[in-house]
């Protein structure tokens, strides 16, 4: 099965909210009702700065993080714990933004920058994090057990990894957690960042989006459950 169809058990535990939920079911506590409809519409995109602004022209929130050179990070740390993945601003994530003329400032200082978006209700997205061929395992285990995920549009990271990408739900919190049931699976919420195609990985690899060229509408998802 599709990687990218999973079980909504995984992530929807974190999601805690009382209120009527959008399909009008009784007061209490639900797991989040997730309408996924939306069409990013991404293409295969020229350059770091032209994805960037695409992006941000969809609402996602952007901003630069290093990327790797000559096999080494570009913030210059021989001993970077974190190669071409920490974002160049010093307030990080925290200075995504949608603002064409901040974005054209950033990548036209840093041309070859990553690209990250900040994740949770800023950019209307949380994304499943499978880190890398062990963790894209560990999910499709949990999917044989738990059930199935709602389709999300899905990113192969450079190292191997996916990130699955939902809609956030409105009215409900999703937290960044790591190694969910003790496996190789992340979720980056409120709070959090991951990269976007077409930044590049200290393997050499880049993220790509997997897709031939136009990913396709996300379907409109209805699921919903008491905890």
């Known amino acids: 099965r599709s990687p990218a169809r999973r079980a909504s058990p995984l992530y929807s535990r974190q999601i805690d909210r009382k209120s009527r939920d959008p399909v009008g079911h009784s007061e209490g506590t639900h797991r989040a009702v997730f309408y996924l409809t939306t069409s990013y519409g991404f293409t295969l995109m ?18 630069p993080c290093h990327f790797v050179r000559d096999g080494r990070c570009s913030c210059g740390k ?5 190669p071409g993945k920490h974002p160049i601003p010093k307030d990080g994530c925290l200075s995504a933004t949608t603002n ?39 999910f499709d285990q949990l999917g044989e057990e738990q059930g199935e995920f709602p389709p999300g549009l899905s990113a192969e990271t450079g190292g191997g990894g996916r990130h699955i990408w939902f809609r956030y ?16 699976v992340d979720i980056r919420g409120a709070g959090g960042y991951v990269l976007a195609p077409p930044s590049n990985h200290a393997s050499g690899n880049p993220y790509r989006w997997q897709c031939d060229f136009d990913l396709a509408e996300i379907p409109e998802t209805k699921g919903h459950g008491k905890e």
């Not at 770091?48 to 929130?61: I, T």
């Not at 041309?111 to 880190?131: E, H, K, M, R, Y």
């Not at 739900?169 to 190789?184: D, F, K, Q, V, W």
């Open 46 to 63: 020229a350059g770091n700065l032209d994805a960037a602004l695409r992006y941000a022209k969809r609402g996602l929130h952007v901003f």
């Open 78 to 82: 021989a001993d970077c714990s974190s």
């Open 100 to 138: 064409a003329k901040q974005i054209e400032t950033w990548w036209r200082a840093n041309p070859q920058a990553n690209l990250g978006i900040a994740t949770g209700p800023v950019s209307g997205a949380f994304v499943v994090d499978c880190d890398g061929q062990q963790g894209v395992d560990d």
């Open 169 to 184: 739900p409105e009215g409900a919190t999703i937290s960044n957690g790591t190694r969910l049931h003790n496996t190789g």
